[in-house]
């Protein structure tokens, strides 16, 4: 299984910019000694800075494009590059990755036993620590916090189960909390809205960083990010960076909330096609910062995607970044797509991503109708959590395998509902011969079908922003409303759950674009 796939570590090899091969092949040699990997952390940094010094001497001013010193080492393959970062893990980590990066990982079966006995060794990994303080800061602050079981559980799950690692990632969490927030909301348990201020609420709000409201083909949470929509708050703040990162950290936090995207993780999409030259210096320094956010909060990062297009003239340097701020276990879990809009689509959709609700559209157009209302549920149940206890078996993101009880597009087209649909589509024929009675069990059957696939009936609870799960006797009339609609509309007049037709690119220059058919 792994002897080919490792050679698609990055899936243009032939079109991946020469610099990042290059800084690659200084940055990610194999280390046989723990000791080394600081110091090859920092020629790695020198290393970038000379090759970006070396690319704007060469660098035309008329056409401002991204050129390899005349006089850098030769470019080795990407072959080379991915055996000389694999070579430092073992096979079984190696496996990992891929399955991380296709979503194919089966989720670690969290025993009592398990589960204590890494609490156990990872409380023992933390006391080794010294240089701590941070930490220690915060435990004064709020040790009901600190020692938390579930808390502390989060970060086990991000790592994987590893207990050393968790604990310095629990560590560093609070290190970076401090630089970020301050010590007044270090030993908070939750970062809202308030905290993160307005400059960063009104940044987020802009939507250049979006969870989508669907998760990928493996039940995985998705962010999607681009800087080509932050051009008013760049002429407004002069602190845009430093307040998107705050941002970021906001809605990375709100993913570590949820209990299966602590288990399955989540991917990130960071999207640069159509960037122009005025973004240079902030997506320059944006993706180190992310990266920092990312790999300490209690949050997994499964694969990260980069997409980027011809008429981007600097990708070379954000890989750069990228190779040099990401921990080996991510830097391997990095994908780049180079095309059009249309063409890193195709490519994401590879990876069991949910185009459909990806919001930035070509020529600069965004869509914020989720983002807001996602923005709103947040503000909902922050409020409701001042007030109240947390609402059992509540969700900000439903699982793949949920059925959502609702209107519209986005709820029809949900995985969940989706496959509800093909059920009920089964039993069509026998539930319309059936009397009162026997609908009602058939209906109840249904239902417990897809509990048994671990899923649940769940609505939009308006006071809390949060889905909740219904009742069974709701769960049926979810059931009997499919088939009632069914026999209304009739099977063969319906219109697929969702369509998807491309209007191709002809030689006029027209743009494509993708439709979605539903109801």
């Not at 914020?368 to 001042?386: S, T």
């Not at 609609?485 to 063969?492: D, I, T």
Request: proline share 4%; net charge positive; hydrophobic share 35%.
């Amino acid at each position: 299984m792994l002897r080919n796939e490792p050679l698609h570590f990055f899936d243009d090899r032939n079109d991946c910019p020469a610099v990042f091969n290059t800084v690659l092949q200084f940055g990610i040699k194999p280390s046989r000694a723990q000791g080394k990997k600081k110091r090859e952390n920092r020629n790695l940094s020198e290393e970038i800075v000379r090759l970006e010094a070396g690319q704007r001497m060469n660098m035309s001013h008329q056409t401002q494009q991204c050129v390899a010193p005349s006089d850098s080492p030769p470019i080795i393959s990407v072959d080379k590059v991915l055996a000389a970062e694999l070579e430092k893990l073992s096979l079984k980590e190696r496996e990992k990755v891929y399955e991380d990066v296709h979503g194919v990982s089966d989720v670690i079966q969290e025993t009592p036993e398990l589960v204590a006995s890494c609490l156990d060794q990872m409380d023992r990994e933390i006391y080794s620590i010294k240089k701590k303080d941070a930490y220690e800061q915060a435990k004064l602050q709020s040790y009901n916090l600190v020692t938390n079981r579930l808390f502390r559980l989060s970060f086990l799950r991000c790592s994987l189960f590893n207990p050393k690692m968790a604990a310095q990632r629990l560590v560093q969490y609070f290190t970076n909390k401090l630089e970020m927030f301050g010590a007044e909301k270090l030993g908070k348990s939750r970062i809202n809205l308030e905290d993160i201020g307005t400059t960063a609420t009104r940044i987020l709000e802009l939507g250049s960083m979006q969870v989508l409201p669907t998760r990928d083909s493996k039940g995985r949470a998705v962010v999607v990010s681009t800087p080509s929509f932050l051009e008013p708050a760049m002429a407004v703040y002069d602190d845009t960076i430093s307040r998107l990162t705050m941002a970021f950290w906001y809605l990375m936090s709100t993913l570590s909330e949820d209990e299966e995207s602590q288990k399955k993780g989540c991917v990130f999409v960071l999207n640069s096609t159509g960037l122009s030259e005025r973004y240079r210096r902030f997506h320059r320094e944006t993706p180190s910062r992310i990266l920092a956010i990312a790999q300490y909060l209690p949050i997994r990062l499964a694969c990260l995607h980069y997409c980027y297009d011809s008429s981007n003239s600097f990708p070379s340097i954000v890989l750069s970044e990228l190779a040099s701020a990401a921990q080996s276990i991510v830097r391997v879990r990095i994908r780049t797509h180079k095309g059009s809009h249309t063409e890193c689509l195709y490519k994401l959709m590879s990876f069991g991503i949910p185009v459909e609700e990806y919001p930035f559209r070509e020529r600069g157009i965004v869509e914020l109708a989720n983002h807001l209302k996602w923005l709103d549920r947040r503000r909902k149940k922050e409020i409701y959590l001042n007030r109240n206890p947390p609402l059992q078996g509540a969700v900000d993101l439903p699982s793949k395998h949920d059925v959502l009880l609702g209107r519209g597009k986005q709820i029809f087209r949900h995985p969940g509902n989706r496959l509800l649909h093909e059920l009920v589509e089964t039993y069509d024929e026998q539930y319309n011969q059936l009397s009162k009675d026997d609908k009602t069990k058939l209906a109840d059957q249904i239902v417990a079908v897809v509990h048994g696939y671990s899923g649940h009936f769940m609505k939009l609870d308006n006071e809390s922003g949060m889905w909740v799960e219904v009742s069974k006797i709701e769960a049926r009339e979810k059931v009997t409303h499919r088939f009632r609609r069914n026999r209304a509309v009739g099977l063969n007049s319906r219109e697929p759950i969702v369509a998807m037709k491309m209007k191709h690119t002809d030689g006029g220059g027209k743009r494509s674009r993708m439709m979605f058919n539903g109801s």
